[in-house]
């Protein structure tokens, strides 16, 4: 019994090390500035969250729950491009930020449910499709955070669409995995109402959805659900992408069964070395997460092929991600790609050469020019772990080795 809560133990450390990598470490950020500077792009969205109404300057909300959903709308203004590399979010220790080089808003704005409806509409008459894209941001993540990531993958992918962040109580602290988990559980009923939201509103012609890591979870729930109570998915829901889950396998194809034959395209990002959900999967009783499967394997490849799920293995994608849990994020081809195919109505599976083929011909030879991109759209943000957080961790956790630790130490490349 002992020797069990001591390998719990120390798995529970390797995972909260391992997934450092999706922490991000800015209160604030969201206290608006005057306005923006030459060259600059702007881009606006509308938050749901279940997150409770902050009074701290710039923050908007915390990571604790609140019993409704709650809404925002933010215009993020982003640095020129000659200021900032493709995937890179800066944002300033101090308010309101310098809009030259770093993220900052111009406009951060609570809602009440008819005042986003309205701005919504109005957002959606603007656009040439009328299209939803919906995040869902993963584990360790502040309010400002996940609004700039969002802000950052609609301008880094020229996204098209309407970008609407669904935001759950995260309370963006490292040592919060379990807190982090039960939020995504709390928040899974208010996305499924935005989803019907999205679904009734004459106004939407479509809408995609796509989630990192933990984030999958709330995600894949909402829609089990969905699909439970109404026989099928919303009819507008036209693809879901799912990069990096951190799901138990099994669950996963649960899941995916009990949302029914009549289900959108699915595509699911995986890389079989992904060190962050290798330590989740000794946390969660050595069961496979679904992100981190070989999909040329058994019984992988069928549950793949009979589910008609789309699988785009990036394990051969090289980037300077030590974690390899950010590959998908820190590849600015496949969010080039997935921003063509959501501007072009397509499908990942086109009978051509593979996405992930497509990408490791792209970055082959070039990993420096892949590296550059760190911190890359879809995941949730890239730890900055100061030098006493960092000594915190090395002291809690000496059991672990040097060398967990010093991957700790690498994930500062936000």
């Avoid at 809602?111 to 959606?124: G, R």
């Avoid at 040592?175 to 019907?196: C, G, K, M, Q």
């Avoid at 970055?363 to 915190?392: F, H, L, N």
Wanted: some cysteine; overall charge neutral.
């Amino acid at each position: 019994m002992l020797r069990a809560r001591i390998c719990l133990r120390a798995g529970c450390a390797a995972l909260l090390m391992s997934l450092a990598a999706c922490a991000g470490r800015p209160e604030g950020g969201l206290i608006p500035v005057a306005k923006t500077v030459p060259g600059a792009s702007t881009v606006d969205i509308l938050a749901a969250t279940t997150r409770t109404p902050s009074k701290a300057p710039g923050q908007l909300y915390t990571g604790e729950r609140d019993n409704n959903l709650n809404f925002a709308d933010i215009t993020v203004s982003i640095p020129p491009d000659a200021n900032r590399r493709i995937g890179d979010v800066q944002t300033s220790s101090s308010e309101p930020g310098d809009p030259s080089k770093e993220f900052v808003a111009l406009k951060a704005n609570r809602l009440d449910e008819a005042e986003a409806l309205k701005i919504f509409h109005e957002k959606l008459s603007r656009t040439h499709k009328r299209q939803v894209l919906v995040f869902v941001h993963g584990f360790n993540t502040r309010f400002p955070e996940a609004v700039f990531r969002l802000a950052q993958i609609a301008h880094d992918s020229n996204l098209g669409a309407v970008p609407v962040l669904f935001t759950w109580p995260s309370r963006g602290n490292l040592f919060s995995y379990t807190y982090d988990r039960e939020s995504a559980n709390y928040s899974r009923d208010a996305l499924e109402r935005l989803l019907r939201g999205l679904q009734r509103d004459p106004a939407v012609d479509e809408i995609d959805i796509l989630a990192h890591s933990m984030g999958n979870w709330v995600t894949l729930e909402a829609l089990r659900q969905m699909a439970i109570r109404d026989k099928r998915l919303a009819p507008k829901i036209k693809s879901v992408m799912l990069a990096s889950p951190d799901v138990d396998v099994d669950v996963f194809r649960r899941q995916i069964v009990d949302m029914g034959e009549d289900r959108p395209p699915f595509t699911l990002f995986v890389a079989r070395d992904d060190e962050a959900l290798g330590a989740s999967r000794k946390v969660w009783g050595d069961i496979p997460r679904i992100g981190a499967v070989n999909p040329q394997e058994e019984p992988y490849q069928s549950m793949f092929r009979e589910a008609r799920i789309n699988v785009i293995d990036l394990t051969d994608v090289t980037t300077d991600d030590k974690l390899k849990h950010s590959k998908f994020a820190e590849s600015p081809e496949v969010v080039a790609m997935i921003g063509r195919r959501i501007a072009g109505g397509q499908s990942f599976n086109d009978g051509k050469a593979g996405l992930g083929e497509k990408v490791v011909q792209a970055t082959a030879g070039a990993g420096a020019t892949v590296g550059q991109a760190a911190g890359m759209a879809i995941s949730a943000p890239i730890a900055i772990v100061d030098p006493r957080t960092r000594e915190s961790m090395g002291s809690q956790f000496d059991s672990l080795g040097e060398n967990a630790r010093s991957t700790v130490g690498d994930a500062t490349h936000y």
